[in-house]
T-cell receptor, first 113, second 112 residues
Framework: SAVISQKPSRDICQRGTSLTIQCQVDSQVTMMFWYRQQPGQSLTLIAT?????????ESGFVIDKFPISRPNLTFSTLTVSNMSPEDSSIYLC??????????FGPGTRLTVT | DAKTTQPPSMDCAEGRAANLPCNHS???????VYWYRQIHSQGPQYIIH???NNETNEMASLIITEDRKSSTLILPHATLRDTAVYYCIVLYSGGGADGLTFGKGTHLIIQP
């Protein structure tokens, strides 16, 4: 199993600013994923972040808006840039090969005012 | 990934078996059926997965029909803590770095 922590757990940010969310895993993992969950909605995959390569973004998500870093096998960051109220969501990271059990962090609840 | 269809909500009495259906009529031969759940304000939690045989673990049982076009997740003795949104996901074995595609899921409410 893997234990995942995220920082911050929640934040309230002003429109136009940026927030960097951290994801820390207690073991080395190759694949890490970032998801967004808008209010009352299901989870949507933002991007896949593998160590040593550029993140791969899903349709509708771009690197300029959601830059991702993956400096080592236990850590990743997601930045939400130039925020607007539409970015208010829960952002979750997960780890593990998606063809088996995937472990999720507790999420970061972001409110943009 | 193949599309799945689940009822939006279900109720179940505490202590009874909760049976959650999922239709995946376009599933391919090498695609697995996965179940996750998300308890309010938490990250999703893996429950169980299977290919074509029925599977059981400490949390639940998974029954997959012979034609693999539908499945049922069974929580044998539901408790109030099982109230959550349950997601049925179809995924290629060895699919690599595709992540998970979540549908709307079934909101299961366990009634005392």
């Amino acid at each position: 199993s893997a234990v995942i922590s995220q920082k911050p757990s929640r934040d309230i940010c002003q429109r136009g600013t940026s927030l960097t969310i951290q994801c820390q895993v207690d073991s080395q993992v190759t694949m890490m994923f970032w998801y967004r969950q808008q209010p009352g909605q299901s989870l949507t995959l933002i991007a896949t972040a593998n160590q040593g390569s550029e993140a791969t973004y899903e349709s509708g998500f771009v690197i300029d808006k959601f830059p991702i870093s993956r400096p080592n096998l236990t850590f990743s960051t997601l930045t939400v840039s130039n925020m607007s109220p539409e970015d208010s969501s829960i952002y979750l990271c997960s780890v593990g090969p998606p063809d088996y059990e995937q472990y999720f962090g507790p999420g970061t609840r972001l409110t943009v005012t | 990934d193949a599309k799945t269809t689940q009822p939006p909500s279900m109720d179940c009495a505490e202590g009874r078996a909760a049976n959650l259906p999922c239709n995946h009529s376009t599933i391919s031969g090498n695609e697995y059926v996965y179940w996750y759940r998300q308890i309010h304000s938490q990250g999703p939690q893996y429950i169980i997965h299977g290919l074509k045989n029925n599977e059981t673990n400490e949390m639940a049982s998974l029954i997959i029909t012979e034609d693999r076009k539908s499945s049922t997740l069974i929580l044998p003795h539901a408790t109030l803590r099982d109230t959550a949104v349950y997601y049925c996901i179809v995924l290629y074995s060895g699919g690599g770095a595709d992540g998970l595609t979540f549908g709307k899921g079934t909101h299961l409410i366990i009634q005392p």
